[in-house]
């Protein structure tokens, strides 16, 4: 029987940020379900890289492993779970509406996991038209880290809590989501005839 000559062949995928430590995980055991993977690294900046031995005939029909993220997406997984709308006057501070969000979630005998928002959510101008104050971290919101997911509305506040601290976005048993009042922008474009 002829040796075979494999060849090392590096490999990346990306963890959409969305996804979160289970999109890491989910990754990897993709990654180690293939044959002869040699090495596997991951970085802070989302990437998993691999090195692969593949035969010489095999190496166009080797390419990198399609991973399918949509069951992590932050929609998907808040789907999955209860959802509690909360309401609160339209006069009411964000940084009040919050709180009380993360205050309802404790209450219930659950653990906050992370706020879910919008790709070009209002959230940011509502907090700065109700508090006067810019928050400089769009990555976490009172210590809770915060998803982007484009099936969320622009104009929603979802927060997803699960049970126990060490709970991560997959384990979401409850959303509770506000929808921000719409902020309305004064035209300074005013002509006085």
């Known amino acids: 029987m002829p ?105 219930g005998g659950m653990t906050p996991i992370g706020f879910v928002v919008g790709t070009q959510s209002e959230f940011w101008s509502w907090y700065f038209f109700t508090t006067r104050e810019e928050l400089k971290d769009r990555s976490a919101l009172f210590g809770y880290s915060i998803y982007y997911d484009k099936g969320i509305p622009d104009t929603s506040l979802v927060l997803c809590v699960g049970y126990g601290k060490t709970s991560s976005l997959v384990d979401v048993q409850l959303s509770l989501k506000v929808e921000m009042p719409q902020c309305r922008v004064l035209d300074t474009d005013l002509e006085v005839l």
Do not use: W
């Open 3 to 107: 040796s075979v000559d494999y060849k090392e062949v590096r490999r990346t995928v990306e963890v959409p940020r969305n996804t979160g430590v289970d999109g890491f995980l989910h990754v990897i055991s993709e990654v180690l379900r293939r044959p002869r993977v040699q090495s596997l690294n991951v970085d802070a900046k989302g990437k998993v890289t691999y090195r692969v031995l593949v035969r010489p005939e095999d190496e166009v029909a080797d390419k990198n492993i399609d991973v399918d993220f949509e069951h992590l997406s932050p929609y998907r997984l808040i789907r999955n779970a209860r959802m509690q709308e909360l309401h609160y006057p339209s006069s009411t501070s964000a940084s009040t509406v919050v709180a009380s969000m993360l205050d309802v979630a404790v209450a």
